[in-house]
Nanobody, 130 residues
Framework: QVQLVEFGGGLVQAGDSLRLSCVAS????????????MAWFRRAPGKEREFVAS????????STADSVKGRFTISRDNAKNTVYLQMNSLEPGDTAVYSC???????????????????WGQGTQVTVSS
């Protein structure tokens, strides 16, 4: 079973940057982080959880939601079992709990259903003040 823990959230001002990290640890069985696509989702107060970005295992191809395209970048370091979300030019509308997720498959994109993600972290709060 994969455990995901997010780091790096906080309170920032509009225009600032943050980098979120998500570390995967294996509780049992062989390592599977390297064989899974990884993604970031977010849930703002009173809203549904929404896709932010994903990254494949095979080619590190990324997929990014239109709402954050050009501002957010997802990356991964397979040697460290870590996926990152670099967030630049933050806006108050980016305020949400950000969670990482590990997919059942090595490839996903913004059109993949959330049921494609098998493991979820608890999330880290990002608050952007105006």
């Amino acid at each position: 079973q994969v455990q995901l823990v997010e780091f790096g959230g906080g309170l920032v001002q509009a225009g600032d940057s943050l980098r979120l990290s998500c570390v995967a640890s294996e509780r049992t069985g062989p390592s599977t982080f390297a064989n899974r696509a990884m993604a970031w989702f977010r849930r703002a107060p009173g809203k549904e959880r929404e896709f932010v970005a994903s990254i494949d295992w095979i080619s590190s191809t990324t997929s990014t939601a239109d709402s954050v395209k050009g501002r957010f970048t997802i990356s991964r370091d397979n040697a460290k079992n870590t996926v990152y979300l670099q967030m630049n030019s933050l806006e108050p509308g980016d305020t949400a709990v950000y969670s990482c997720a590990a997919a059942r498959f090595p490839i996903t994109d913004q059109h993949s259903p959330q049921t494609d993600y098998l493991f979820w972290g608890q999330g880290t709060q990002v608050t952007v003040s105006s």
